[in-house]
């Protein structure tokens, strides 16, 4: 479990959605669940992205994922991480693989897969 200082540091950096952000979130979430069929465990697996996009934004979505997920969502959730997601969320810096891509300088060999990082999927 992470300490009171890294909780309270993150509250701190959490997105400030607008009621109208917000409301449009829940009706793509409704729509997707409506329309959908297939596994739960995509569909939990999608409204997750859709939940955590927009705390780390699309590049790090990018990282978390591969494009082949990334694009099931996508259909899942009719819409497009890039325009609907900041490139960038407040809370990206807490995604290693997120942090390893900006040292490493390399973020579009990082995504597709030409540059292995361990832990890109982690939070820390």
Request: glycine share 8%; aromatic share 10%; proline share 2%.
């Amino acid at each position: 479990m992470k300490t009171s200082k890294h909780y309270k540091e993150t509250l701190q950096k959490l997105p400030k959605l607008s009621k109208a952000q917000l409301d449009e979130m829940h009706q793509i979430e409704k729509d997707a669940f409506a329309r959908y069929t297939g596994t739960f465990q995509e569909l939990e697996s999608a409204i997750g992205l859709l939940r955590i996009g927009h705390y780390v934004g699309w590049k790090t979505l990018l990282i978390i994922h591969n494009k082949r997920t990334i694009k099931k969502y996508e259909e899942i959730l009719n819409i497009n991480i890039r325009d609907y997601f900041p490139e960038v969320g407040t809370c990206a810096d807490l995604s290693i693989g997120y942090r390893d891509a900006l040292k490493m300088g390399n973020f579009w060999k990082i995504v597709s897969g030409d540059i292995k990082i361990q832990n890109r999927k982690e939070i820390g």
